[in-house]
């Protein structure tokens, strides 16, 4: 689905003139310079490397309102072309997942999702692993049903199938699978669920979970084994990989000195985990604000620092450190270049045609003014988009180019 209707032009123009973030679909119609990187880690990584049992970590470096989620969104498309299941995680600033590797683990499971549809992305849709396994059976059930076998031949046929998933690190986890598919089978939603809760790290009742198989708890010394086995097991399913998209979208209130260095240790853990070899098939992104999590001065902190000090670009795929703000080069060329894309899609959403000089004085002036702000709060770009859906408003009803006043910039 790559046309544009009225409809879905509609939602976009909404959503990036209410708030400036991206739709979740539509951020395509108006996507602009980030080209040089995704190409990169299309061919460099999710179509060969992290393919072919490899991992990596990458850190995404942008100010707030500067595109990180709009990158996020890009590589989620790709991760998922490539046949990779995604978790997207929407860091609050209620939760720190990196303080209790625990949390990294539940985060995780509750953003992944197979591929989507557009349709899927703007109807609404479910994420989470237990949606994921209900998609994982209901597939596999399809696919031998279309083999035309009897009921019998079928369910011993899938019975078969989950038996021969094997080679998974966590004898806990591939048990917990097995059940949860045997239970959907079996149209025993409650066993479903309960097996479920375990899998989402929402807790351990052994009466409940022993009878399956289940012995281990999911705390900060199973973690790492829990998500290698989650992506064992993804990968044996028949997906690529995972791709993590960790996004701090949000600040995140101020940790006490411990707990701060607890979550730099454990990321530190987390990027040294991406350069094992027991760690295949898994690209994580970790989008942050700025670096000023990095300032402190003891041995973590200078450990951390030397991992993520390598830049990302095309002459080094291998740089860690991805800079959103380094892709663009001239900054009222490339708000211009949003500016006109954006302008298409008002088109299709108020069936509008613009005068084109009154058009190009109109982008000129907020792409202006919004760069005058660069070193504000809110990031430019987000402050452009918004600004600029309002600037299209204005000069559709009054015929004429807006000022920066009367956008009250």
């Keep these: ?146 083999k035309g076998l009897s009921e019998d031949s079928l369910h011993e046929e899938l019975l078969n199938y989950i038996e021969n998933i094997e080679g998974i690190e966590s004898i806990s986890f591939v048990k917990a699978v097995k059940a ?22 929402e807790g351990y009742d052994r009466r409940t979970h022993e009878r399956h198989g289940i012995l281990q708890r999911i705390d900060r010394t199973t973690a790492f084994t829990m998500l290698r086995s989650l992506v064992q097991w993804i990968r044996q399913i028949g997906y690529s990989g995972l791709v993590v998209l960790l996004d701090e979208a949000e600040r995140v209130p101020s940790l006490s000195t411990r707990q701060k260095e607890q979550h730099l240790s454990n990321l530190r853990e987390v990027i040294d985990e991406c350069g094992h070899t027991n760690f295949q098939g898994v690209m994580i992104f970790y989008a942050v604000p700025n670096e000023n999590f990095l300032e402190g001065r003891t041995q973590i902190y200078e450990a951390l620092r030397q991992r993520l000090s390598t830049v990302f670009d095309k002459l080094n795929p ?29 088109k299709t959403a108020h069936n509008h045609h613009f005068d084109e000089t009154a058009l190009e004085k109109t982008i000129r002036i907020v792409a202006e003014a919004a760069y005058e702000q660069h070193f504000g709060d809110i990031g430019y770009k987000r402050l452009f988009v918004q600004k600029l859906i309002q600037g299209f408003h204005f000069l559709r009803q009054e015929g004429i180019p807006p000022s920066a006043e009367n956008l009250q910039m």
Excluded at 180 to 201: P, V, Y
Excluded at 318 to 346: D, N, P, T, W
């Design 180 to 201: 949860a598919f045997r239970a959907l089978m079996n149209h025993q939603e409650d066993e479903f669920d309960k097996i479920c809760q375990w899998l989402s790290g």
């Design 318 to 346: 291998s740089g860690v450190k991805i800079e959103l703000e380094k892709v663009v080069i001239e900054h009222i060329s490339f708000l211009s270049e949003v500016g006109y894309k954006l302008a298409e899609v008002y």
């Design 1 to 146: 689905m790559n046309e544009l209707s009225q409809n879905i032009a509609r939602r976009i123009i909404d959503i990036v003139g209410a708030n400036g973030i991206p739709p979740e679909y539509g951020f395509q119609f108006f996507t602009t310079g980030l080209d040089p990187y995704l190409t990169i880690i299309e061919k460099e990584y999710l179509s060969s490397f992290i393919k072919d049992g490899g991992s990596a970590f990458k850190m995404v470096v942008g100010i707030y309102g500067g595109g990180k989620t709009h990158f996020l969104y890009c590589v989620r498309d790709l991760a998922w072309r490539n046949n990779f299941a995604v978790s997207y995680v929407r860091l609050s600033p209620n939760e720190s997942p990196f303080h209790r590797l625990e949390q990294v683990y539940k985060a995780i499971v509750k953003g992944i999702t197979p591929s989507l549809t557009a349709e899927e992305l703007l109807s609404g849709y479910e994420q989470g692993i237990i949606s994921f396994l209900r998609t994982w059976y209901s597939q596999k059930f399809q696919e031998f049903k279309s």
